[in-house]
């Protein structure tokens, strides 16, 4: 339960965040993406703006026995720069680029109950679930 | 087109990396929002998902707080239909394939200075500039 409401205070303000930077906007996130046209920065500011935050900060978390509420820390072991890793990030960079909405932007423009929102959502959680599903195989 | 906003981006920015370090320091977990709900999707571990959902769940209460204060979020699609479905099904195929997002690997990874985060948000960068590239400069 403690897990749970740490997950929903982290969550709430990673989805204050994405309002407030407007990256729940596709024009925004397209906007960046669009160099050669009327070019938008404000994601790059985004971005800077976490790893200000994070980058002096994991490592001091990570020096800690463990985390506050749980066991262990659970990082990422996999550190091969393999086929999967660059497919899966060029195929996510093309839906990004169509649509401008990446996972967290689009779970929290569900709060407008949007069709377009819900439409996408429905069709990403579809797109892992089949991913998972064929991997597992 | 829209008008930069650095400042609202900078502090969005800023409360998003604080809710990663929140999750990492009190859960142990990565805040990567397409790993967090794709081993829900995925049937996942039992006793491993009410922090997830919850995390979800806050997602879209954040966000439902700031139009709650602002008036409202603006959201200009780019595109319908169809386009949806296609670009909905690539992020969340190419998100589970490549391990990661725009949270994930882009503020998490990096942060921990990970040569596969690194990699990863540069491809998926460098191809959503090609992409919108083609689309509004080739062809339309």
């Known amino acids: 339960m403690k897990n749970a409401i740490a997950a929903f205070v982290s969550g709430t303000l990673f989805g204050l965040g ?86 967290g932007p689009a779970l929290a423009a569900l709060v407008t109950a949007s069709p377009t929102a819900v439409l996408f959502v429905v069709s990403m959680l579809a797109g892992q679930w089949l991913t998972a599903k064929v991997r597992k195989q | 087109m829209t008008e930069p906003n650095l400042v609202g981006g900078l502090t969005g920015g800023v409360l ?6 929140l999750l990492l320091v009190v859960n142990g977990r990565i805040a990567g929002v397409s790993g967090i709900i794709g081993a829900l999707v995925s049937g996942g571990v039992v006793g491993d998902r009410l922090w997830r959902i919850a995390f979800v769940l806050g997602l879209v209460v954040g966000a439902g707080l700031y139009a709650l204060a602002t008036g409202g979020l603006i959201l200009d699609f780019q595109t319908s239909g169809f386009g ?14 490549g391990s990661g997002c725009t949270s994930g690997h882009g503020v998490c ?7 596969r985060s690194i990699w990863a948000t540069a491809t998926f960068i460098g191809v959503g500039v090609l992409t919108v590239y083609v689309i509004r400069h080739v062809l339309s």
């Open chain 1, 18 to 103: 994405l309002a407030l930077s407007e990256m729940v906007n596709p024009a925004r996130v397209v906007g960046f993406l669009d160099v050669t046209g009327a070019w938008d920065p404000t994601l790059l500011f985004v971005m800077g703006g976490a790893l200000a935050v994070t980058m002096p900060a994991f490592p001091l978390v990570l020096r800690r026995a463990a985390p506050i509420f749980s066991e262990k820390f659970y990082l990422p072991t996999n550190v091969s720069i393999d086929p999967a890793l660059l497919a899966g990030a060029a195929m996510f960079g093309v839906g990004w680029g169509i649509a401008g909405f990446c996972p």
């Open chain 2, 16 to 21: 998003i990396g604080c809710a990663a370090v």
């Open chain 2, 84 to 97: 949806v479905i296609v670009a909905g099904l690539l992020v969340g195929a190419g998100t589970q394939l």
């Open chain 2, 109 to 115: 990874g990096i942060a921990r200075l990970s040569k």
